[in-house]
């Protein structure tokens, strides 16, 4: 293809990448995902770690990932946990909330200050809970029944596994939770533009500079859309052609995986400073 098809993608100077599906799945780290990261950095881009996985604290991210053997700092992680928990911070400081979530979750949602007790709670708010038992499906349902706000950390509906498996995640257990009382969440994390915007105003990049990397449409692609950023869908995880083609939701590019990308930075040399 020629260099200017990809101009919106050499233009970019923060790279917001996903995390499972996109550069690992379970433990199994995906071919050239790691050398991936360290393209982006020969090239001078930046680049944060952007998860919707709410099963982890933020904090959590950094030894997993030096562990599976990528380049992470505080700096470099942002997770719809952490957005949660400044939603909180800004709209219900001083509220009890009930959690559905993880101890990590939970955890997450103290360092923003939130007061958590599923006995007498003012909100209700949802996670992807690898930890989940009945009793806290059940404390929500009564607290969201006498009309406590619902908020919920992602929409995704499954976890991406190896071996094609996958794992019910927070969109599902919402879900659960709207059949029995009627009541649908606020999602805080991706699609909801403010993720970006919050990593934008910190950067002083620009979101039309900023390019999302994910294998989710309605998550990673939508929140580009949303919020003016360029997108990538990559097929090595949870989406597949057919799925694209059937959506209405539509990336700037579809890649095969992160090594393609990787392939045209390189191939096409740093842009990542280039200014508007």
Not at 19 to 29: A, C, K
Not at 212 to 232: F, K, M, P, Q, W
Not at 240 to 256: A, G, N, T
Request: proline share 5%; aromatic share 8%; with cysteine.
């Amino acid at each position: 293809m020629q260099e200017d098809y990809f101009e919106k993608l050499l233009r970019c100077r923060l790279y917001l990448l996903d995390m499972d599906g996109t550069l690992y799945l379970g433990d199994n780290v995906l071919p050239g995902a790691i050398d991936y990261i360290r393209t982006l950095e020969r090239t001078g881009r930046q680049y944060i770690y952007l998860t919707n996985n709410s099963s982890r604290a933020g904090s959590d991210y950094v030894p997993r990932l030096t562990r599976l053997g990528f380049p992470c700092t505080p700096e470099t992680v942002f997770s719809s946990g952490m957005a949660t928990g400044l939603y909180y911070q800004e709209h219900y400081a001083g509220k009890k909330a009930c959690v559905v979530g993880t101890r990590a979750f939970q955890r997450e949602l103290r360092s923003y200050g939130v007061t958590i007790d599923n006995k007498d709670a003012e909100v209700v708010v949802v996670g992807f809970d690898t930890e989940l038992v009945y009793e806290k499906l059940y404390d929500a349902v009564h607290f969201l029944r006498r009309g406590a706000p619902f908020i919920a950390a992602n929409p995704d509906w499954v976890c991406p596994q190896p071996e094609n498996e996958v794992q019910p995640d927070c969109g599902s257990i919402c879900a659960l939770l709207t059949a029995a009382t009627g009541r649908k969440p606020k999602f805080i994390g991706k699609p909801n533009r403010s993720m970006i915007d919050i990593i934008s105003h910190k950067t002083g990049i620009p979101n039309a500079q900023i390019c999302c990397v994910g294998d989710r449409l309605y998550t990673d692609i939508a929140v580009a859309e949303n919020a003016g950023a360029v997108s990538v869908l990559v097929l090595s995880g949870e989406t597949d052609r057919e799925m694209l083609r059937e959506s209405k939701i539509k990336p700037d590019y579809v890649l095969q995986d992160v090594r393609d990308i990787s392939e045209i930075l390189q191939s096409r040399g740093g842009a990542g400073d280039r200014e508007q």
